[in-house]
């Protein structure tokens, strides 16, 4: 059992999650879903209304006050390997949702019992990844530097902020799609960094934006061993014009058939 009223928070307090309700639970398909409330704490801010052409402050929020927004998430239990649990969560790796699951979930699993550990993998699935790459049709690959080359600098020159705050892309799309690029990206140790070099732009990940059975993915190919996808299901998606957030019933509905269409038959 789950409890709804329990808040976690990491550990500088900058970040908060809490679960707000179940959205669906099967036993006999071994799933649980809910929303999971996010939310992070920042500077004292003014909360202003555009009345006619002026701004009226209506309110404030304080700095032990959260801007928290809902994320849809998936928890699947392997029956042929029951202390393996698949999670799946809307926009997992942005906005700092990462960081806060991990620490908030290895705190829940501690209290509930002080023997068991927990470790966190990135899904990785041979059968998976071979099948994304040679029946997808790749239109984009991305290359992402951390940090800036020596000849971008002058574009910050005036900010304060760290030089690890910033990083650099370089984006190659194509109409028809990329073939012969597929014979790199192999399931094997080889890193595909090594294996692709572009002259004067190093980068520290590459990324492939791939349709595959209508869908665009975007999946991270540094090194195929370590893959992991994200699915982009914008399109499947109603979104409410007045609050401008998702319909989570359909969310949830695109989550369960990528879990059950593309995940559970290969584990």
């Known amino acids: 059992m789950i409890d709804l009223k329990k808040v976690f928070k990491t550990e500088d307090e900058s970040r908060i999650l809490y679960l707000n309700k179940t959205l669906?639970?099967?036993?006999?398909?071994?799933?649980y879903a809910g929303i999971i409330m996010k939310g992070h704490?920042?500077?004292?801010?003014?909360?202003d209304e555009l009345v006619g052409s002026e701004v009226k402050t209506v309110g404030t929020v304080l700095k032990d006050q959260y801007h928290c927004l809902p994320y849809v998430f998936v928890l699947y239990i392997n029956?042929?390997?029951?202390?393996?649990?698949?999670?799946?969560?809307?926009?997992?790796?942005?906005?700092?949702?990462?960081?806060?699951?991990e620490e908030?979930?290895?705190?829940?699993?501690?209290?509930?019992?002080?023997?068991?550990?927990?470790?966190?993998?990135?899904?990785?699935?041979?059968?998976?990844?071979?099948?994304?790459?040679?029946?997808?049709?790749?239109?984009?690959?991305?290359?992402?530097?951390?940090?800036?080359?020596?000849?971008?600098?002058?574009?910050i020159q005036d900010d304060r902020n760290p030089k690890s705050d910033y990083s650099m892309e370089m984006s190659i799309k194509s109409k028809g799609g990329f073939?012969?690029?597929?014979?790199?990206?192999?399931?094997?140790?080889?890193?595909f960094i090594?294996?692709?070099?572009?002259?004067?732009?190093?980068?520290?990940?590459?990324?492939?934006?791939?349709?595959?059975?209508g869908r665009k993915r975007i999946i991270n190919i540094t090194k195929p061993l370590e893959f992991s996808t994200t699915y982009d299901i914008t399109h499947e998606v109603e979104i409410d014009v007045n609050?401008?957030?998702p319909n989570f019933d359909d969310v949830l509905k695109q989550t369960l058939q990528i879990l059950e269409n593309d995940l559970i038959p290969y584990l």
């Open 24 to 31: 669906g639970a099967d036993e006999t398909k071994n799933f």
């Open 41 to 47: 704490n920042g500077p004292q801010t003014s909360i």
């Open 79 to 101: 029956p042929n390997k029951p202390k393996d649990i698949i999670f799946i969560a809307q926009s997992y790796r942005q906005y700092g949702f990462k960081e806060i699951f």
């Open 104 to 155: 908030s979930f290895k705190a829940y699993v501690l209290g509930e019992s002080s023997d068991t550990s927990v470790k966190f993998n990135s899904l990785s699935i041979a059968a998976v990844f071979e099948k994304n790459i040679q029946e997808g049709l790749i239109k984009g690959l991305r290359f992402v530097k951390h940090g800036l080359h020596q000849n971008a600098e002058s574009v």
């Open 179 to 191: 073939f012969g690029i597929k014979k790199d990206i192999k399931y094997d140790d080889a890193s």
């Open 194 to 213: 090594e294996q692709i070099k572009i002259d004067g732009f190093e980068y520290d990940e590459a990324l492939a934006e791939i349709i595959i059975a």
């Open 243 to 245: 609050t401008k957030l």
